[in-house]
């Protein structure tokens, strides 16, 4: 490949902190790894923008911030008429159907495209349907950002840890949910209290079940199952208890034993289930604030712990990148 | 070469305790790693956590316990992962008014499984209350058994079961 050509779909936070990303570290890419690219089309909610030649990403960054779209008027390509190589999905999160990205992904891969997606949707629902159409087609479909932000947990048990069975992963995948236990805990607050003020910090969303129900985190322990234990579960197959129900009078009982209270997510090739659990204060898991943490157990390397930032957009653009420059390598 | 074990104690805090504690280990051949005194993580019944980790074999273990039992001394957990003979429980919800009485029979009646201290929070009449249970198990294998029963009792009484980690 000489250049790769690059489509993203789904052009919200993530969307354009991987084009910005992209656009301001080009040169170190090229000399570093060689990697040459053009961004040849980008599609949002309301339209798309599409060159053959390459956008001007800083200037399709600043129409967006501008007109809150980057739709431009007489487009003559329609976007599935478009040539790539790679497509960017980060169209948000959908558990009913997985879609639009689960047709993204799926079109994408059906033409021998590769793939790298930040949306749990669709890996979650259709794991084995994706996976299929991608080795079929010979494509490569990639996805560490959906699964703890920037940590790389599913590079490193792919890579790193090629010459390992594991056998199991245990968590905590989602940084609303520890941040509200920390604070809980930290100063004695009732839920509700830190749930508004996590809203208020933008940590928790306006409407946060995804998070506080525990469904986030199920989601991103599927894709970890499949990918890395070769389960075949689906989402409607994890056992989920969320942190709604946890007092402060718990986390009083808990620090009392020196413990404190974590939304945990756990999975091995049979079960996988999310719930709080009571870990011990020196417990490598016991991490605080908005942290994520994860560790994979391994037969010849023992435990490995991994823990990062679980979200946020240059964390996530982070693992976007990683798995750009993998491809590159790969098929060069 | 024998493996590290873990011993979390919980010691009466008067003179002569620790020798008390460690006399099995020495009898019965361990090799001490480690002995941490946590003076200052005393738990709220006024004892004194020490953790042990010992180099020995595998079937000295149940000797050591049992002399350790014997002795009285509060055994909170043996190395996480191996024999869990006792751990900690948290339940949410209207304990006391779902009859918390009941909960307890329903777990010391199995004959092998006994409900051993129990503290209970409660903030406000219509709030829902938190208790923490300490179960102590006969037998490892009893563990999956006892968690069936409580979770059929946290359903029928709509309470939140949370467990410890290593559970």
């Known amino acids: 490949m000489n250049e790769m050509k690059i489509l993203i779909r789904g052009f919200g936070t993530v969307g354009q902190e991987v084009a910005r990303v992209l656009d301001k570290k080009r040169n170190v890419f090229k000399d570093k790894f060689g990697l040459k690219f053009d961004l040849v089309g980008v599609e949002d909610s309301k339209g798309s923008a599409l060159s053959e030649d390459g956008l001007n990403i800083e200037r399709l960054l600043s129409t967006k911030k501008k007109t809150g779209s980057i739709k431009e008027k007489g487009d003559k390509l329609g976007i599935n008429e478009i040539n790539y190589d790679l497509l960017i999905e980060c169209t948000p999160t959908n558990i009913k159907d997985g879609e639009p990205g689960l047709s993204n992904i799926l079109n994408a891969l059906k033409d021998g495209n590769d793939v790298i997606t930040s949306n749990k949707g669709p890996l979650a629902l259709k794991w084995n349907k994706l996976a299929k159409t991608a080795e079929k087609n010979n494509a490569k479909l990639k996805f560490e950002a959906t699964v703890g932000g920037a940590i790389p947990i599913i590079n490193l048990a792919e890579n790193s840890l090629a010459s390992n069975k594991i056998s199991s992963i245990i968590g905590i995948l989602n940084g609303t949910c520890n941040y509200i236990l920390t604070r809980m805990a930290a100063e004695s607050l009732p839920y509700e209290h830190v749930l508004n003020e996590a809203q208020d910090l933008g940590i928790a969303e306006s409407d946060p079940t995804y998070d506080v129900e525990g469904i986030d985190t199920a989601l991103k322990m599927v894709i970890i199952a499949n990918s890395i234990l070769g389960a075949e579960a689906s989402y409607q197959d994890v056992d989920i208890k969320g942190i709604k129900e946890i007092t402060t009078e718990s986390l009083e009982l808990a620090e009392e034993k020196n413990k404190t209270i974590k939304l945990l997510g756990k999975a091995d090739k049979e079960k996988i289930e999310v719930e709080p659990r009571m870990v011990p204060k020196d417990h490598p898991l016991s991490v605080g604030g908005t942290l994520n943490i994860a560790t994979l157990e391994t037969d010849l390397a023992g435990e490995i712990t991994v823990t990062g930032k679980g979200a946020g957009a240059s964390e996530t653009a982070s693992s976007v990148i990683s798995d750009l420059i993998e491809i590159w390598k790969e098929r060069n | ?167």
């Open chain 2, 1 to 167: 070469m024998n493996k590290i074990t873990r011993f979390n104690l919980e010691l009466k805090d008067i003179p002569g305790q620790l020798v008390e504690v460690l006399e099995p280990f020495s009898k019965y051949g361990a090799n001490i790693e480690s002995v941490v005194h946590h003076r200052e993580k005393k738990t709220p019944r006024g004892k004194v956590p020490v953790e042990i980790k010992v180099r020995v074999e595998e079937d000295r273990l149940k000797k050591i316990t049992k002399s350790l039992k014997e002795k009285e001394v509060e055994i909170v957990e043996i190395d996480e992962k191996t024999e869990i003979t006792s751990f900690n429980i948290i339940l949410i919800g209207h304990v006391l008014h779902t009859g918390i009485k009941d909960t307890i029979n329903r777990i010391d009646q199995t004959g092998y499984a006994e409900v051993v201290d129990l503290s209970l929070s409660m903030p406000e009449i219509k709030e829902k209350s938190s208790a923490m249970l300490r179960l102590e198990l006969e037998a490892p294998e009893k563990k999956n058994k006892v968690l069936d029963i409580l979770n059929e009792i946290s359903e029928e009484k709509d309470l939140e079961v949370i467990k410890e980690i290593s559970v």
